[in-house]
């Protein structure tokens, strides 16, 4: 299908979503959620994707929510509506999904970038919620992502004051896994996808709903969930595989099942 507000890309088993509104610094309306969503639809259905990679532009990710599509919306309209709700949607994900960040990853731009699995920076990233600037605070879950992978004290620094963090704060404070020169951008990030989706994709898979569990679970209920996983993991092909060509001395091959 005809994407007007991204565009969409099969490199091998690496699926590539490029937001595309240069004019508004890939600002995030309505259109651009939906078309996202088709995206990542159609990358979940295809069983050859085994990651998939979220960029933008060189100056900007996404410098947030679309402000001029929103300003004028009144309480009951975005109430009725559930404004943001299909942003869940996007992060409820079950394949790898890695952003690749170069320049403005602002308010719902931060957002995003949060709800992928890992986020890889561009050394002229820049994280910010300047919601608050704007007379409101983050609505796409930045309350509670940028909590739990910055920690209280900056969370709250950054969503009171609305300042800016560049890539090198950034990955000291465990929100980017890695910065990378701007030039190597998408080099680097494909290269992990591809590294990824080389992996068998149901252990992926689990081993993402996993991690993911820590956010959601105590430790003794996480770390109990993590060992059935695990157990089931003995269930597939995949499993004896992997192991089977290590005492071989040979790479795997994986048939994702
Ligand atoms: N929504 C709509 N349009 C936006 C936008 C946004 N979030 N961010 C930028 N644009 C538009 C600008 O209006 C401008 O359009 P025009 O040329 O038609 O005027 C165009 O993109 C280029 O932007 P600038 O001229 O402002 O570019 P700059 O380089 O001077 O500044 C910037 C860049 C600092 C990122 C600045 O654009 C900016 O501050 N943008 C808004 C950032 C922001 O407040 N984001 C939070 C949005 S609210 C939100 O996201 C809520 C939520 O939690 C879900």
Redesign the pocket.
Known sequence: MAYETIIIETRGKVGLITLNRP???N?LNSALLNEVNQALDTFEADPKIGCIVITGSEK?FA??????EMASLAYPQIYLDNQ?SGWEKVAGRRKPMIAAVAG?A???GC?FAMMCDFIIAADNAKFGQ??I??G?M???G?TQRLTRLIGKAKAMEMCLTGRMMGAEEAERSGLVARVVPLADLMAETMKTAETIASMSLPIAMMTKETINRADEVSLSEGIRFERRVFHAMFATADQKEGMAAFVDKRAAEFKDQ
């Open positions: 004019q508004a610094l600002a900007a410098a947030g929510a679309d402000i001029k943001f403005f602002l308010g719902g957002e300047p919601e600037k704007l409101v983050p609505g796409m930045g």
